[in-house]
């Protein structure tokens, strides 16, 4: 999912930005509670801050910490930061907070201000209604570029869907025509066997006579 926040920023559907204190709170988290290599994480994040040519960096904003009492105590900075973002460098314009740990940041904290915080997920489906050419594109180019394993639409399907963009998931599963999950009681996801074979047919349809052209995007 990282791979296509930094896909949608490189199209410049949207401008991203974080903090250095982001970084240390993010690298500790996968390293301690993923087993994940600091070198490798290391490498990641040097990666994303090459990629947005130095513009990455939010300072300054401790002074609004103070503002944020809503907000658990632990999050404060990351609150701050979007107030920062949102007074300093893009006055009048909205400011979105995307986090995974919504729970920590109510809304209500960021009433009188021109932040909004949202989940990935929903954050993904507001640009998708915004920009429904743009965000596909987006996806297909993150698809195309996974290797070792590579992905189907199908797959790639799942993996939006595992990663709690249903909606997102459907969106792209009715533009490539492949079936889309959904989510059993035990957390694995199943497929309907009636809608697969529709979209098997669907695709022997589409591909199946000598000289037809398929345009996709």
Known sequence: MRDLVMQLRELEVIRIHWTKAIEVEWTRNVIEKQAADPKSIEACLVGMREATDGDWEVAGYDKYEKDFD???RKDRHVAAAAYKLSLDDWPG????L???NI???PQKAFNATEVTRYSLALYLERL????PDLVPAAIELCRKKLRKPSYSKADYVAMLFKNGCQSLAETMAALWNVACPSLAEDGSLTYDANEMAKKKAAAKVGT???G?????R
């Open 70 to 72: 809503a907000v658990d």
């Open 93 to 96: 314009q909205q400011v979105a």
């Open 98 to 100: 995307v986090t995974r």
């Open 103 to 105: 729970k920590d940041f």
């Open 128 to 131: 998708c209604a915004e920009e």
């Open 208 to 210: 199946g006579k000598k």
């Open 212 to 216: 037809s052209r398929a345009l996709t």
